[in-house]
């Protein structure tokens, strides 16, 4: 009865909450789950590689996991759960309670829920919340500080250690202090508040502040809108209200499924102040969630690189500096900065010459690994170097840039900053403005999907520019066990038959093959097509479609595949056919199939077969016999091919082939018509006598 009656007043409680103004099924962002976090991909089960890599959640300060559920959920999804629990406890003075995680997908279900990938979970308040939570926000270390120490001297000056100040030059009275910035509290000890990357000695002095929280809560908000608040800045990618006393949260997949080099570029100039210099570096601390970080520096997965810039430019790692996240994670939060002005094209030259380097830790172009910048600036750039300094990255590096600005107040400064920063891009779609560093969060997700999402582009057709064939412009790729590479054929030649192929090499195991239309991350559960056998060749024949075509090759569980994908377009609806048998033409159509009968081998010699290619944008075009090539003579008629039957037809043979015609511009674009050629016996005649019998033929 007692539970009973909690229970009830649980309900009344946040029923009361829900009903200032969130109803159930609200969502922040309001959009589709699938869209906010992603679709599912594939049903994990135990013993799938996927399932292996879930982790187990446990109970920690603030979060606690019902014992009815299953603690399996993918690494985001707890980081994320336990930041909220972090939040609830020390706001609220509550704990989050989890009543559902990973939940083993029926057989042959047709649902699609997130759970089923341990990346959805449904939470509530363990206690009754009836006061509203206090939104205290982080304490975090900045800086060294000190107070009283003695100067340092060298000829003719005194000076004091970590830029501190000195209080004269007089070698009796001079004293060093270091205050802390925006009179945060200095404090000395071995002691550090939630943060386990620095290790100071009893004597060490460090900065602490509060760093209040980015969105405050109203003054009228209930609890249940504040804790609401409180799964938003825990960085959930798409938050429901399931019921009146629970949430459902979710998150995108683990990992960039994407190889890069990627370096972070970070303005640190004067106008850049502290609290938003914590800011951008929480911000690339909280991306580096996002990427398969390297951890053995082979060719597979992301390696990371960090730069700071303002007057002068350095690096606080390189791509080959750390292989793990959490040396990433310390070494940002602990990186200080120059101050300065704000040099931008000298940054971006200083990455050509000493961080897009393969001795830094860049991979060769045969690795077939994304490089990729992040810059992040809060102003105009204080040099005039910056267009072309991008231009040589994008160019000859083959560096794709992706820029973030802070946007100025005056809306002139903020037009000119915005030109510069999309003419570094080089894209405008590759350029985001925000209006405070506050808000540099809000775009992660936008920023990870341009960065991840985007498939590998293979070449579909061949130029004259580039002579290699087809089938071997796209280099092998090798993907580990369980993990997939998207890809995206860059045809766009119209509507037309698409066959996808792969080849594995020899002693290689294959790749499963999906594709699917219009879904950049097609898999198991949205592939159109798909072909998950052992054989060493696979076609995928995907009909004509307006919508963009991807590609997606999974490694079995049990191995790492390789492959190699080439692509061709089928135009054969668009090329037509005619022969002509002495002087009388036969349109190829319904009579291809049965073929043409003739009625001897003179009437071969008579044989002409023209082919007509329709798409106008497709001329030039070549004309060739696929298989019978010895027994046909051919001419060229500008777009027409004729092809004239020479020398002699058995009795009897049945001939069949196909007339080609093939796109000069794009050689992977081919049309085919077959057709079939009979020579027919003449009839035989037989005359009988009482002495002999006469056959003529």
Request: aromatic share 6%; with cysteine.
């Amino acid at each position: 009865l007692k539970m009973a009656a909690f229970r009830l007043a649980l309900v009344l409680v946040w029923a009361v909450s829900a009903g200032s103004g969130i109803t159930i099924g609200t969502s922040v962002p309001n959009v589709p789950e699938a869209n906010a976090s992603k679709p599912i991909r594939e049903l994990l089960r135990p013993g799938m590689v996927g399932f292996d890599e879930l982790v187990v959640l446990t109970n920690t300060t603030g979060l606690e996991v019902a014992s009815s559920v299953t603690p399996r959920v993918s690494s985001r999804l707890r980081d994320k759960l336990e930041r909220l629990g972090e939040l609830v406890a020390k706001d609220c003075q509550n704990t989050v309670l989890v009543t559902k995680a990973f939940v083993t997908a029926p057989i042959n279900t047709a649902a699609r829920e997130l759970f089923f990938e341990g990346r959805a979970a449904v939470i509530t308040l363990k206690q009754l919340q009836l006061t509203p939570c206090a939104f205290k926000g982080d304490d975090v270390v900045t800086e060294s500080c000190y107070t009283d120490q003695a100067c340092l001297e060298k000829p003719g000056l005194f000076y004091c250690p970590d830029g501190g100040t000195a209080s004269s030059q007089d070698a009796a009275s001079c004293r060093c202090s270091k205050p802390c910035i925006n009179n945060g509290a200095c404090q000395c000890g071995p002691a550090l508040p939630d943060d386990s990357c620095f290790t100071f000695a009893a004597s060490d002095c460090f900065c602490v502040e509060n760093e209040q929280a980015a969105s405050t809560a109203s003054p009228t908000a209930t609890p249940f809108e504040q804790v609401l608040e409180l799964a938003q800045q825990a960085g959930f990618d798409w938050i429901a209200v399931e019921s009146l006393t629970s949430l459902h949260v979710s998150v995108v997949p683990d990992n960039c499924e994407k190889d890069l080099d990627l370096v972070f570029l970070l303005d640190g100039s004067n106008s850049v102040d502290e609290l938003d210099w914590r800011k951008t570096k929480q911000f690339v601390i909280d991306m580096l969630d996002y990427f398969n970080v390297n951890t053995t520096f082979s060719t597979v997965g992301t390696r990371v690189g960090v730069v700071e810039y303002s007057t002068n430019v350095s690096a606080e790692f390189y791509l080959n500096t750390y292989s793990n996240k959490e040396d990433m994670r310390c070494a940002t939060r602990k990186m200080g900065r120059d101050r300065g002005a704000t040099n931008t094209g000298k940054a971006l030259s200083y990455l050509k010459t000493d961080v897009y380097l393969q001795s830094r830790g860049m991979r060769a172009a045969s690795a077939l690994v994304t490089r990729a910048l992040v810059l992040i600036s809060d102003g105009i750039s204080t040099d005039n170097s910056f267009f072309d300094a991008a231009k040589t990255l994008r160019e000859d590096v083959d560096v794709t840039i992706y820029t973030i600005g802070v946007e100025e107040q005056s809306s002139l400064a903020r037009a000119q900053q915005e030109l510069q920063l999309k003419g570094i891009a080089g894209d405008p779609s590759r350029y985001f403005g925000i209006a405070s560093i506050g808000f540099v969060a809000e775009i992660a997700d936008s920023l990870q999907s341009s960065l991840c999402d985007a498939p590998e582009t293979i070449q579909c057709c061949v130029t004259p520019r580039n002579a290699q064939s087809a089938a071997t412009a796209a280099p092998n790729v090798t993907i580990p066990a369980g993990k997939y590479r998207f890809f995206a054929p860059d045809c766009s030649l119209g509507s037309h038959l698409v066959l996808v192929t792969l080849t594995t090499p020899t002693g290689a195991t294959p790749c499963e093959l999906y594709a699917a239309a219009a879904n950049p991350e097609v898999g198991p559960l949205t592939a159109t097509h798909q072909d998950t056998s052992t054989a060493m060749l696979k076609v995928l024949s995907v009909p004509a479609s307006t919508d963009p075509l991807y590609i997606s090759l999974r490694a079995p569980d049990t191995a790492t595949c390789q492959g190699r994908l080439s692509f061709s377009v089928d135009v054969s609806a668009s090329m037509s056919a005619s022969v002509t048998l002495g002087i009388s033409p036969l349109e190829l159509s319904d009579s291809i199939q049965s073929g043409f009968v003739l009625t001897d081998a003179v009437a071969w010699q008579g044989v002409r077969i023209e082919g007509f290619f329709l798409p106008s944008d497709l001329q030039p075009v070549s004309y060739s016999i696929e298989g019978s090539d010895a027994i046909f003579g051919s001419t060229s008629l500008g777009q027409v091919r004729t092809i004239q039957g020479l020398g002699s037809l058995p009795l009897g043979q049945v001939l069949n082939t196909t007339l080609v015609g093939t796109a000069s511009k794009a050689q992977c674009v081919k049309g085919r018509v077959p057709f079939t050629f009979r020579i027919r016996p003449p009839t035989t005649t037989t005359t009988t006598t009482t002495t002999t019998t006469t056959t003529t033929t």
